[in-house]
């Protein structure tokens, strides 16, 4: 073997392409990672607000979308969070559960990055940055790759490099364009987990709430999720914005529940019976930021005192609110996106391996595949398990 050829070439310096390189690496394989970055991990060090939500205790396949939605059950089965966390732990990274089951790092995202390069290193798989690649082309045992920095050549490949998410970190559609190019079927993909833009009028009228905070339960489409939404100079946003936005489509409409925790129609009547001069604004001061609850009033028009109000005026307000219609005019795309959906098409790929069918030494992993995660440490549990079943195998 030259020293330009390799057992494994990996594409791709994120969370997958490292974690199978140093599964590949303590196999005694020769791996090479390869990136057009400049710098390895660049989604891990942003993610989590710099201190990376590296993986989710009660992380579940039910926690995935996909197209074909059994084919991440083996990975998930077999490489665990708790596999994961046993391997933070050994490096002696102090970390967090914040919500339940998200582990964060307490210091800082760039532990884990850290960790996954030390054991690459021990592992003696070899990362090489800035390298870009100008052709791959199948040999007779493998692949060649024509690359900025030579001529490299592998028994297997492995296709890392992630989806169309957050293109300033150096996304790009390459890997749908290696699986077209060997004849496998990309799925349409589109941006989730990212927030709504709004058209002009509700947007002006939420203005003043940029920054403002509340938890709602959201629905739109057979899926609800009960977490806090933020309003932004943009639109919304907030946990519960971002996990709904990767079950809706252009046109659909959400419906919000503004006050989850109580029943709000009964509150309303047992208010009007107790104290009839109370008005809805007071209701809502009650269990909201006080500006959103004066411009969820202003919006809807609620004036005078409950004492004026008919069975039927208590019935629409707690329906207003309680299923309040919004339809967005957007999403903000890939630009704010945190994963990509779609992708390459699992029915393609061997659930225990992650290698093409008919095309065993040609592997997908992470992003790049139609398998999408909730918030919360899925997207990276999945990157993990994936890399892992690859490195295990290539």
């Known amino acids: 073997m030259t020293s330009d050829s390799y057992d494994i070439i990996i594409i791709g310096a994120g969370a997958a392409g490292l974690m199978c390189a140093l599964t590949a690496g303590y196999r005694g394989r020769k791996v090479l990672v390869i990136d057009h970055a400049n710098k390895p991990g660049k989604k891990i060090l942003m993610s989590g607000g710099g201190r990376c939500n590296f993986t989710n205790l009660n992380s579940t396949p039910a926690n995935f979308l996909s197209d074909n939605p059994h084919y991440c059950i083996s990975a998930l089965k077999r490489y665990t969070a708790q596999h994961f966390l046993d391997l933070v732990e050994r490096h002696g990274i102090e970390h967090e559960e914040k919500a339940a089951g998200q582990l964060f790092c307490k210091d800082s995202s760039k532990e884990i990055l850290n960790m996954l390069l030390t054991e690459c290193d021990w592992a003696g798989a070899e990362v090489r940055l800035n390298t870009s690649i100008r052709t791959i082309s199948r040999i007779d045992n493998g692949y060649r790759l024509e690359t900025s920095s030579g001529t490299?050549?592998?028994?297997?490949?492995?296709?890392?490099?992630?989806?169309?998410?957050?293109?300033?970190?150096?996304?790009?559609?390459?890997?749908?364009?290696?699986?077209?190019?060997?004849?496998?079927?990309?799925?349409?993909?589109?941006?989730?987990?990212?927030?709504?833009?709004?058209?002009?009028?509700?947007?002006?009228?939420?203005?003043?709430?940029?920054?403002?905070?509340?938890?709602?339960?959201?629905?739109?489409?057979?899926?609800?999720?009960?977490?806090?939404?933020?309003?932004?100079?943009?639109?919304?946003?907030?946990?519960?914005?971002?996990?709904?936005?990767?079950?809706?489509?252009?046109?659909?409409?959400?419906?919000?529940?503004?006050?989850?925790?109580?029943?709000?129609?009964?509150?309303?009547?047992?208010?009007?019976?107790?104290?009839?001069?109370?008005?809805?604004?007071?209701?809502?001061?009650?269990?909201l930021p006080k500006r959103f609850a004066q411009a969820l009033n202003d919006i809807h028009g609620w004036a005078g005192p409950l004492q004026g109000y008919k069975n039927s005026d208590i019935e629409q307000a707690a329906h207003a609110l309680g299923q309040w219609p919004i339809k967005p005019a957007g999403t903000e795309g890939y630009r704010t996106a945190e994963v990509t959906l779609g992708g390459v098409d699992t029915r393609q790929l061997s659930s225990k391996t992650m290698a093409v069918l008919d095309r065993p030494d040609l592997y997908f992993i992470g992003e790049v595949v139609d398998v999408t995660g909730h918030l919360g440490g899925h997207n990276f549990q999945w990157a993990w398990a994936s890399g892992v079943a690859a490195g295990s195998n290539a």
């Open 152 to 287: 490299l050549s592998c028994d297997s490949l492995v296709v890392a490099c992630g989806g169309l998410s957050i293109p300033t970190m150096g996304a790009t559609g390459f890997g749908y364009d290696i699986a077209r190019q060997f004849g496998l079927t990309v799925l349409p993909t589109r941006a989730g987990l990212v927030p709504f833009t709004l058209h002009p009028e509700l947007k002006q009228q939420l203005a003043p709430l940029a920054g403002v905070s509340c938890p709602v339960d959201v629905h739109c489409n057979t899926e609800h999720f009960r977490e806090p939404m933020l309003v932004t100079h943009r639109g919304l946003s907030g946990p519960a914005m971002l996990q709904i936005s990767s079950f809706w489509h252009p046109g659909d409409s959400l419906s919000i529940n503004m006050l989850p925790a109580t029943n709000i129609e009964q509150d309303l009547y047992q208010l009007r019976k107790s104290r009839p001069q109370s008005t809805v604004a007071q209701y809502l001061m009650q269990h």
